[in-house]
């Protein structure tokens, strides 16, 4: 990882790695129930115990969106932290339900990356993100295609070179 901690240059990638995020994050009732109000999903699996204990999981399920966004913000530190731009999402897959009370935790692979073909100061990383909890159910994963600069010129230790006086 680049000398400030937070994110990579582009030559810091390398097909293959896997990056473990750290720390995890529990989930709460409360975190479902204001994000499902914020984003407007209403749906009464996510925000109506009454109706959750019929169904076929027997109680509340987290809604998706926030297992997702959880597992992205999860990985800026190590995937996007130096990024110029998220360039795509791709297959979005729940794998498991998340419950109140459960803990994400993250984890991503380098599936490729590639220089840009315009600019030669940047670069396109794939990327693979996994969101497991507690018990190592993965719950959910997602590709994503970052913008990611090259380290400055004349600066080998990752920050930008000091300007002449």
Same mark, same amino acid.
């Given at each position: 990882?680049?000398?400030?901690?937070?994110?990579?240059?582009?030559?810091?990638?390398?097909?293959?790695?896997?990056?473990?995020?750290?720390?995890?994050?529990?989930?709460?009732?409360?975190?479902?129930?204001?994000?499902?109000?914020?984003?407007?999903?209403?749906?009464?699996?996510?925000?109506?115990?009454?109706?959750?204990?019929?169904?076929?999981?027997?109680?509340?399920?987290?809604?998706?969106?926030? %297992?997702?966004?959880? !597992?992205?913000? $999860?990985?800026?530190?190590? #995937?996007?932290?130096?990024?110029? +731009?998220? /360039?795509?999402?791709?297959?979005?897959?729940?794998?498991?339900?998340?419950?109140?009370?459960?803990?994400?935790?993250?984890?991503?692979?380098?599936?490729?990356?590639?220089?840009?073909?315009?600019?030669?100061?940047?670069?396109?990383?794939? %990327?693979?993100?996994? !969101?497991?909890? $507690?018990?190592?159910?993965? #719950?959910?994963?997602?590709?994503? +295609?970052? /913008?990611?600069?090259?380290?400055?010129?004349?600066?080998?230790?990752?920050?930008?070179?000091?300007?002449?006086?």
């Amino acid at each position: 990882m680049s000398d400030d901690g937070f994110g990579r240059y582009f030559e810091e990638f390398n097909v293959g790695d896997v990056y473990k995020h750290w720390p995890g994050r529990t989930i709460t009732e409360m975190d479902n129930i204001l994000f499902c109000m914020l984003t407007m999903n209403h749906h009464p699996l996510h925000i109506d115990a009454n109706y959750a204990k019929d169904t076929q999981f027997g109680r509340n399920v987290v809604v998706g969106n926030l %297992v997702v966004d959880i !597992a992205l913000g $999860q990985s800026v530190r190590d #995937v996007s932290g130096k990024a110029i +731009a998220n /360039l795509g999402f791709e297959k979005i897959e729940f794998l498991a339900p998340t419950f109140h009370g459960d803990t994400i935790y993250s984890e991503t692979t380098v599936l490729d990356k590639k220089e840009s073909s315009s600019r030669p100061d940047r670069g396109v990383v794939t %990327v693979e993100t996994r !969101a497991y909890n $507690q018990r190592d159910d993965t #719950v959910m994963r997602f590709k994503r +295609a970052v /913008l990611v600069p090259k380290r400055p010129e004349g600066s080998p230790s990752g920050r930008p070179a000091e300007r002449p006086k």
